[in-house]
């Protein structure tokens, strides 16, 4: 599975949008981006996941660039319950979750 | 359904103990994994099963650790001879396999065990 690289950590105003970058320049045509997000001391939480198109939810949305090779996940009005680490992930969806995670990007939201 | 189960959330040994961890996946998952997560890290895949079969183990999962799934239902992980580096927290995760489509393929995690080796 590719690998993916994001920043440390950013910080947000309640109530805008939250901008998180992930860098995947070598993933693979039939490998998925999968977003997840961990609130302190709990497990993993799916947010999103895309192949190429861009991708909207109840929680979130996900922008894929044409070449595939970066993506952004976007938080539309962030709040205070939105302070986590987020992990963007490359994996073949119809293969193993065998997820490499990385140390994601600790999201902090600010009053 | 109430999601992923672990059980205990927390547990205290001290070192040379053997522990064990159970996870409930979701009901109708047939697909079950196991990470570990240290502080500060991402969460680390030790192993998966479908059904009853242990499909894949990685190198992290040293001869001290097994993991059953005897039914294909609840799994098993046990630490033997604990050692104060498997201090962590441990995840259990299920899927749908195959998924019934593709909005469906994503794997839930449990809440996470967490261990403390003194």
């Known amino acids: 599975d590719a690998k993916t690289t994001q920043p440390p950590s950013m910080d947000c105003a309640e109530g805008r949008a939250a901008n998180l970058p992930c860098n995947h320049s070598t993933i693979s045509g039939n490998e998925y981006v999968y977003w997840y997000r961990q609130i302190h001391s709990q497990g993993p939480q799916y947010i999103i996941h895309g192949l190429k198109n861009n991708e909207t939810n109840e929680m979130a949305s996900l922008i894929i660039t044409e070449d595939r090779k970066s993506s952004t996940l976007i938080l539309p009005h962030a709040t205070l319950r939105d302070t986590a680490v987020y992990y963007c992930i490359v994996s073949q969806t119809a293969g193993t979750y065998k997820y490499i995670f990385g140390t994601g990007t600790r999201l902090k939201v600010l009053a | 359904d109430t999601g992923v189960s672990q059980d205990p959330r927390h547990k205290i040994t001290k070192r040379g103990q053997n522990v064990t961890f159970r996870c409930d996946p979701i009901?109708?998952?047939?697909?079950l994994y196991w990470y570990r997560q240290t502080l500060g890290q991402g969460p680390e895949f030790l192993t998966y099963f479908q059904n009853e079969a242990q499909l894949e183990k990685s190198r992290l999962l040293s001869d001290r650790f097994s993991a059953e799934r005897p039914k294909g239902s609840f799994s098993t992980l046990e630490i033997q001879r604990t050692e104060q580096g498997d201090s962590a927290m441990y995840l259990c995760a299920s899927s749908l396999w195959p998924a019934p489509g593709p909005r469906n393929t994503e794997a839930f995690f449990g809440q996470g065990t967490r261990l403390t080796v003194v």
């Open positions: 009901s109708e998952h047939n697909r």
